[in-house]
């Protein structure tokens, strides 16, 4: 892989976790369990379609470079199967109930956040602006879905018992946001991507302090899933693509 | 009998005549402060803090440039507010009008102008940065259930002016705003989050 392509590869991952998590809280859209948080929501999820399109844009006009054409972000987001997505699995994960939800975002804000900043700093100067932003944006994600843990895992003993179950299940999704392959390893020692085991110990130690005080309890690391940032996904991503995609597939270059 | 001009020149010396008939970047700033923010009507483009350069082209000087940096990466109202750029400018005679887009540096609630905190407050919109206390947050919960925690910062009712506060939501009506509610009147209103 030439560098251009490893870039175009680096910025899909970075656009497609963003974009399907999005997608995923639409989901949600007239189903919160109260107004304030149906609205909360969708906003998180406005913020990370932003942030996505801002990389996938980004993505099509690198890969212009190599390929004959580059595609826009529309024909990124619309236009390629489940194989060809690199977000992680994490994220299309189901919405369950309100605690699955906050418990899917609360691991990942804290990700998120720590690779946006960790980004603010890449020697590209595109990926560094976007990257930025972004961070500005994820430190309001981390503190919500963070008080959300503690307040229902701190809770009643009904959402005690269903945030400690989600975070349960929800565990061995983690574990690839922080193995890195050769691609991502050249980026980075290039210092255009962030090495994502550096973030595995400040996300540990964030993950644990705030579950901590939600009196939940860390699940012991066991087997963890991977596969994610090679396009291997969990059978939810084909129906969450389905619906997402229908509309462009449907009717091609429909426009409002 | 008379030199034609070549089509050339002709052009030349219209993009000239337009130049020397042009309206001054000044006065285009004006202009530009007509234009409103589409979820905060009460509030200008500029004094909001997004228009970050207005500049005729050196290349092409009949053409404006004018440099927007967004709020927020997903804020739908981006579209909208180009197209009322674009609006106010043919209006103002700028026909060509190059809108750029700039990420770096990042929009900051900073660049929000002091005379718009104060129509913020007066549209009911707490603006941003609020008084540093400790307990401003720590009212009680009738549903019995701990109440978010918040940065330590009391953000002032926007109505009654009232610091006894808290916060309801991150995120309210737009990303951009959190919700909250007055414990002294009651009212719920937006806080403008620092950004």
Same mark, same amino acid.
């Given at each position: ?61 690198v ?107 929800l ?29 595995a110990a ?55 | ?15 000239l ?28 483009v ?20 004018v ?10 109202? &981006?579209?909208? %507010? #180009?197209?009322?750029? $674009?609006?106010? *400018?043919?209006a103002? +005679?700028? /026909? ?12 900051? &609630?900073?660049? %929000? #102008?002091?005379?718009? $905190?104060?129509? *913020?407050?007066?549209? +009911?919109? /707490? ?46 009506s737009?990303?951009?705003?959190a ?7 009651l009212?719920?209103f ?6």
């Amino acid at each position: 892989m030439n560098p251009d392509e490893q870039l175009f590869q680096y910025l899909l991952r970075l656009g497609d976790s963003p974009l399907i998590l999005a997608q995923r809280l639409g989901e949600w859209v007239g189903h919160g369990p109260v107004l304030e948080e149906d609205i909360a929501q969708t906003n998180v999820g406005l913020d990370l379609l932003g942030q996505a399109r801002l990389w996938l844009s980004y993505a099509g006009e690198v890969e212009a470079r190599f390929a004959a054409a580059g595609r826009d972000e529309d024909q990124l987001a619309f236009l390629r199967d489940s194989g060809e997505f690199r977000n992680l699995l994490l994220v299309e994960q189901p919405n369950g109930s309100f605690a699955d939800t906050m418990s899917r975002q609360f691991l990942f804000d804290a990700w998120h956040l720590l690779l946006l900043r960790a980004l603010a700093g890449s020697n590209d100067a595109r990926i560094a602006g976007i990257a930025a932003k972004g961070a500005k944006e994820a430190t309001y994600h981390a503190e919500r879905s963070g008080d959300w843990v503690i307040r229902l895992g701190d809770g009643t003993s009904e959402s005690h018992l269903r945030m400690q179950r989600a975070i349960d299940d929800l565990w061995m999704y983690t574990g690839e946001m922080f193995v890195p392959d050769a691609a991502e390893l050249a980026l980075a020692e290039a210092g255009i991507a962030a090495d994502v085991r550096a973030l595995a110990a400040p996300w540990r130690q964030h993950v644990r302090t705030v579950l901590t005080e939600a009196t939940l309890e860390v699940p012991g690391d066991a087997f963890m899933q991977k596969g994610g940032k090679q396009g291997v996904h969990t059978e939810h991503l084909g129906h969450l693509l389905a619906e997402m995609q229908f509309l462009e597939r449907a009717y091609p270059g429909a426009r409002w | 009998m008379a030199a034609t001009e070549t089509p050339a020149m002709a052009a030349t010396d219209e993009a000239l005549a337009e130049a020397q008939s042009r309206p001054s970047i000044a006065e285009l700033w004006l202009v530009l402060g007509t234009v409103p923010d589409p979820e905060i009507p009460v509030v200008s483009v500029v004094e909001l803090g997004i228009l970050r350069s207005v500049e005729w082209d050196v290349a092409e000087p009949s053409t404006l440039i004018v440099v927007v940096t967004p709020t927020y990466s997903g804020c739908p109202a &981006t579209e909208l %507010i #180009a197209s009322s750029i $674009r609006e106010a *400018l043919a209006a103002a +005679g700028v /026909a060509r009008v190059r809108l750029e887009t700039q990420l770096f540096p990042a929009w900051t &609630t900073d660049w %929000i #102008a002091a005379e718009a $905190r104060r129509k *913020l407050r007066e549209f +009911g919109i /707490a603006p941003p940065g609020g008084v540093r206390t400790l307990s401003a947050t720590t009212a009680i919960d009738v549903a019995g259930i701990s109440p978010l925690r918040s940065s330590g910062v009391a953000v002032a009712c926007p109505r009654c002016r009232s610091l006894r506060t808290r916060l309801l939501s991150q995120f309210g009506s737009t990303a951009c705003k959190a919700q909250y509610r007055c414990l002294d009147c009651l009212e719920p209103f937006d806080y403008f989050k620092p950004h």
